[in-house]
C-alpha cells in the first residue's frame, strides 16, 4: 500500500510539473511584456496603448489560437531606460524570466533598447519595437537573420526617414517664411539632443538643408534632460537663424520650448519635439510653446483613415489625452500580432515570424507593411510615404494642437496630392513677423 502510494504521488508530481512546463496543456494566457520607461510620458503611452488593446481583445474572448480562445496578460516592465542602461537590461531579463512573457512590445531609447533587443533574441522572443528609430535595430535582421529575425519595428518609421519628413517640414515652412517675410536665405540652426537615434539625423541634416536652398546657422547639443537651454538660445539669436530644427525625444524639448517662448527667439521651431506631441506641453511651458512645430503621430480631428478616429478617441476618453506615438503598442497588438497568431494559429515564434513579415495591414496611423534591403534581405523595418506611413506635422495654435502636415504634399512630380482630414494651415509666430515684416 506504501509503495502504491509512493508511486501515486511521484506520477501526480510528473504530471504537475508537465502541467507547468508544457505550452499546449498549461498556457490560460497570451503574456506580452510591455516594456518602456514607465515613469514617463513615452513608457505612460507603451502602457495606456497597450492596456487599451487587451481590453479590446479580451472583450470579445481573447486570441483565436488553433481550436482554443487565450485572453492577453499585460506584464509591465519599467525599464528606467532613460537613466539606467543596467535598469533596462534587468528589467527586460526579468519580464522574460521570471515573469515567463510570450512576446514584448515598446522600447524607446536607442541605446537600451539594442541592449534588450539582444536579451529577447537570446530567449527567441518576438519584440515588436515601438519608440527607438535607429536603423541598426533593422539591419541587424539583414546581417544575422537567424538571430534578429524575432525583432520588428512597431512605430516609428526609421530616422533616416524621420529626417526625410522633417526636411519636408522644414522646406515647407521655409517656403513660407521667404514668401510671407521676404527672406531672400533661410538661415536654420540645428539643435538636437545628445543621444544615439539623433547622429543620423544631424549629419542628414547638415548635408540636406544646403540642398533645400537655406543654410546651417550651426549646430547645437543640449543634454537630453537639460533644464536650462539659454546660452543656446542666446546663440542662435546671434547667428541670425530664422528657423529651428528640433530633434527631441526627452524632457529638454519642454525646456527649450519654454525658453524660446520666453526669449520670444524670432525662429520658427520646426523638427521633432516628443514632449510637444502631448496634450500636458502646453501647462508644462506655461503657454511659451506656442507655435511649436513638430513631427508627430496623432492630434484632435485628423484623420488618415476610417480607424483613426476610433483609436483617438477611445484613448482620449479613457486615459484624457492625445496618444503620443508610443501608444501605438495598441496597433502592434491589436493589427499586428494578434492577426498574425490567428493566421498561424500558434504561439511559435519561428512560424510567426515567417507570417508577420509579409503582413501589410491598415492600422489607425497609416498602412503597415515590412520593407526589405536592396539586397533582397528582411529588415523587419517599416515602409514609408504616401499610402503607407507619413505621419503628421502638428503646430501649438492658441492652446491646441493642430494637424499643418501634409496639406496638399506631393512626395514626387508623379504621386497623388496628399492632406488629411482635419487639416489647417501653419501659423507663424506674431515676434518673428514683427522681426522681419517689411
Not at 541587424?140 to 524621420?162: C, E, H, I
Not at 502631448?278 to 511651458?285: I, L, N, Q, V
Not at 514626387?412 to 492632406?419: G, L, N, R, V, Y
Request: charged content about 20%.
Amino acid at each position: 500500500m506504501k509503495r502504491f502510494g509512493f508511486v501515486l504521488g511521484v506520477l501526480l508530481a510528473v504530471c504537475l510539473v508537465m502541467t507547468i512546463g508544457s505550452p499546449a496543456w498549461g498556457a490560460k494566457v497570451i503574456k506580452i511584456g510591455v516594456i518602456g520607461p514607465m515613469k514617463f510620458v513615452q513608457g505612460k503611452g507603451h502602457w495606456n496603448g497597450a492596456t487599451l488593446a487587451a481590453e479590446e481583445i479580451n472583450a470579445k474572448g481573447g486570441i483565436q489560437v488553433g481550436k482554443k480562445k487565450m485572453k492577453i496578460e499585460l506584464v509591465k516592465a519599467d525599464s528606467n531606460e532613460f537613466l539606467s542602461m543596467t535598469d533596462a537590461t534587468n528589467a527586460m531579463e526579468l519580464a522574460i524570466t521570471r515573469h515567463k512573457v510570450d512576446f514584448l512590445v515598446g522600447g524607446f531609447r536607442t541605446e537600451a533598447v539594442l541592449a534588450m533587443q539582444d536579451i529577447a533574441m537570446d530567449y527567441k522572443k518576438i519584440f515588436i519595437g515601438c519608440g527607438a528609430a535607429h536603423p541598426k535595430l533593422c539591419t541587424r535582421v539583414a546581417q544575422n537573420y537567424d538571430r534578429y529575425k524575432y525583432w520588428f519595428r512597431g512605430t516609428p518609421f526609421n530616422s533616416m526617414y524621420l529626417a526625410r519628413t522633417c526636411f519636408i517640414h522644414m522646406a515647407t515652412v521655409g517656403a513660407i517664411l521667404k514668401k510671407m517675410l521676404n527672406i531672400p536665405k533661410v538661415k536654420v540652426a540645428i539643435v538636437a539632443e545628445k543621444a544615439m537615434w539623433v547622429d543620423p539625423m544631424v549629419a542628414a541634416a547638415k548635408g540636406f538643408i544646403p540642398k533645400m536652398g537655406m543654410e546651417v546657422a550651426g549646430i547645437w547639443r543640449p543634454s537630453a534632460v537639460a533644464t536650462d537651454v539659454t546660452a543656446e538660445l542666446s546663440a542662435i539669436q546671434r547667428a541670425g537663424a530664422h528657423m529651428i530644427f528640433t530633434t527631441f525625444s526627452s524632457s529638454v524639448g519642454i525646456t527649450f520650448a519654454r525658453q524660446a517662448g520666453e526669449l520670444k527667439i524670432p525662429a520658427a521651431q520646426v523638427g521633432i519635439n516628443v514632449e510637444a506631441q502631448k496634450d500636458g506641453f502646453w501647462d508644462a511651458t506655461e503657454g511659451m510653446g506656442n507655435y511649436v512645430m513638430t513631427m508627430n503621430t496623432y492630434a484632435r480631428g485628423v484623420e488618415y483613415n476610417e480607424l483613426t478616429a476610433p483609436f483617438v478617441d477611445k484613448y482620449i476618453k479613457k486615459f484624457a489625452e492625445v496618444p503620443t506615438y508610443t501608444a501605438d503598442t495598441y496597433a502592434a497588438i491589436i493589427y499586428t500580432l494578434a492577426p498574425t497568431i490567428e493566421e498561424a494559429g500558434t504561439l511559435d515564434a519561428d512560424k510567426l515570424v515567417a507570417v508577420l513579415e509579409n503582413r501589410e495591414c491598415m492600422v489607425p496611423s497609416g498602412k503597415i507593411r515590412y520593407t526589405k534591403d536592396t539586397e533582397g534581405r528582411h529588415l523587419h523595418d517599416l515602409k514609408w510615404g504616401p499610402g503607407y506611413l507619413t505621419s503628421l506635422g502638428t503646430q501649438w495654435q492658441d492652446g491646441k494642437l493642430k494637424g499643418v502636415w501634409p496639406n496638399r504634399w506631393k512626395a514626387s512630380k508623379d504621386a497623388p496630392e496628399i492632406t488629411y482630414k482635419g487639416i489647417v494651415p501653419y501659423k507663424i509666430a506674431p515676434w518673428i513677423i514683427d522681426k522681419y515684416k517689411k
